[in-house]
């Protein structure tokens, strides 16, 4: 059982009860509030209902959402990322793309960036919630909390109906709450970084009408004044863009204050009689803020999202790292998890963070600077993200890797963000998709994502006819059924013995497209773990491997030996 706590930027409070297949000890009521509590009625206590804490989205974050079983609704409200249309002279000019794509294929079915707006994210995950018999409840906080040997003690208020105060007991906490968060303050982890006061840009929401819905429409340039209108999910049906506002002769203060000095000030940098704006539904000022603490975790509480650092908008990396930390927070506090695997959110998650902050403060840099940054680089997609250095992840490739990361202490691992086209899969990286396979139990045609899900892992037997697997399918008995899934993938000669029907699937890789991407020819790979979040945690050649792999992520009680 997991809760959630987080204050809305209206100022009012809610709490989300959220249900997750690894913890089932506490009891609710049926409206959902929670009963008297003793020690442990909790597994985690999330703190903060955003998409961090309820788990733009990026290639990577569609394929979690596919994993998450909530990528076609998030998809259906969204649009892909338009062109960039820069006005010349008050004349359209020529479109760019915003960010460079790479083709879709077999192993990367998503290439595309998608535009998502947060609130609409995280009204698909608490439909999904709700969908649990799970509802939000308003006007609750946290105001303090306390770290014992095993568990969480937290105070809370619920201020609905007169002020009402609670204890809840759990075995972890999770602050997603924000930059200016309780959780991170309360630990006093440090918050290392910079404010660029110098450096401010107005946006809102606005009604904008002569100009088309097919492109990201941009006026004037750094350094001289310039604003965007951007298409949201509602230009269609209402005409709302997302408006962005900069330059040396633009008075930010008085354009959130003084709409028809906002409206000048569009109308001369645009030059462009068609344009005409409506209604300004909302305005603020983004002051750039770059900052990170030095470790995630302390205890028994992880703080996750923007409670961890916070950074330039630019590259659109912010709520796709989120959701990323989400699922990293999940893996390692499952009841399940081993000391390890707890140690390993700030080992894996503190490098991509680093180097995100580098590379989208790059790129603000040069925005700022009249130097062009359109089209972003392709590894923004986050699909070369990867934790080769991780101490949990083992196989081919990544020994090395281990010791340099071990004797820097974490600060020589590699780029957690690029790696090269076609270079060789390895263990720590993003686990590919494989599509036309087909089940041999069922009839169906599936591909791997259908397959791979974050409440378990999902180990992969690949057959060649040369490999006796009679005795590795029992082996994983002492694991919980729920932790893990298997699957058995043939290549020729498919059929479904004794041993098939053992596993949960059997599938004929008719196309050979998992085979190519796990198990390249004259690899003596034949057997491959994919971590709940999507992340290959093995690249094995035995069952023996297994038995080391696990012993890493799970607590002793689950270990195979």
């Known amino acids: 059982m997991v809760v959630s706590l987080a204050q ?94 790479q083709e879709e294929s077999p192993a990367y079915p998503e290439r595309i960036p998608w535009l998502l707006g947060q609130d609409t994210a995280c009204r698909v995950l608490l439909k999904h919630l709700r969908g649990f018999g799970i509802e939000v409840e308003m006007s609750t906080e946290l105001y303090h909390f306390e770290q014992r040997e095993d568990h969480v003690t937290a105070s809370i208020i619920k201020a609905k109906n007169g002020i009402q105060f609670e204890k809840v007991n759990a075995k972890y906490l999770v602050g997603a709450d924000g930059g200016k968060g309780f959780v991170r303050k309360s630990l006093g982890l440090s918050f290392v970084g910079e404010t660029q006061d110098d450096t401010h840009v107005l946006v809102g929401e606005v009604q904008a009408y002569g100009i088309d819905n097919e492109h990201w429409h941009k006026f004037g340039g750094a350094p001289q004044d310039s604003i965007m209108l951007r298409p949201t999910d509602r230009s269609d049906s209402e005409h709302v863009f997302f408006l962005s506002c900069t330059g040396p002769n633009f008075d930010l203060k008085k354009g959130r204050e003084d709409h028809n000095y906002l409206r000048k000030f569009v109308y001369d940098v645009a030059g462009f009689p068609d344009l005409r704006l409506g209604e300004i539904e909302a305005i603020t000022d983004y002051r750039l803020n770059i900052r990170t603490v030095r470790n995630v975790r302390n205890s028994r509480v992880f703080i996750a999202g923007d409670a961890a650092y916070v950074h330039s908008v630019t590259g659109g990396q912010g709520m796709n790292s989120s959701v990323m930390d989400a699922l990293e927070d999940s893996l390692a506090s499952k009841g399940s998890a081993s000391d390890n695997l707890l140690e390993t959110y700030t080992i894996e998650r503190l490098p991509v963070i680093e180097e995100m902050l580098e590379r989208t403060t790059t790129i603000l840099e040069k925005t700022f600077k009249a130097v062009s940054v359109w089209p972003s680089p392709v590894h923004l997609d986050q ?94 008995g002492r694991i919980p059924r729920e932790l893990i899934q298997t699957v058995v993938l043939h290549r020729s000669g498919a059929s479904i013995s004794d041993l098939d029907n053992s596993t949960d699937f059997v599938l004929y890789d008719s196309g050979g497209h998992a085979h190519a991407a796990y198990r390249p020819e004259a690899s003596s790979r034949s057997i491959v773990i994919i971590r709940p979040d999507g992340v290959v945690g093995a690249l094995l050649g035995d069952m023996e491997g297994v038995n080391k792999y696990f012993s890493g992520v799970l607590s002793p009680t689950f270990q195979l030996t």
């Open 8 to 101: 809305n930027p209206g100022g009012i409070v809610q709490r989300t009860s959220t249900k997750e297949s690894f913890a089932t000890n506490c009891v609710l009521n049926p409206k959902g509030s929670l009963a008297p509590m003793s020690t442990h009625a909790l597994d985690v206590l999330v703190v903060g209902a955003g998409p961090t804490g309820l788990v733009t989205a990026l290639p990577r974050t569609l394929e979690i959402y596919k994993f998450l079983g909530v990528l076609d609704e998030m998809k259906g409200p969204g649009m892909p990322m338009p062109d960039l249309l820069q006005y010349v002279d008050s004349k359209p000019g020529k479109a760019v793309p915003v960010q460079l794509c």
């Open 383 to 476: 699909l070369g993200v990867n934790y080769r250095w991780s101490p949990i992840v083992i196989g081919d490739g990544v020994e090395n890797l281990h010791v340099i990361a071990e004797e820097s202490g974490g600060m020589d691992t590699g780029s957690s963000y690029i790696i090269d086209r076609g270079e060789a899969l390895r263990p720590g990286d993003r686990a590919h998709d494989a599509y036309g396979l087909l089940d041999l139990k069922t009839g169906a045609i599936k591909r791997l994502f259908d397959i791979f899900g974050v409440e378990h892992h999902t180990i992969l037997f690949f057959v060649d006819g040369h490999m006796d697997f009679s005795s590795f399918v029992p082996s994983l």
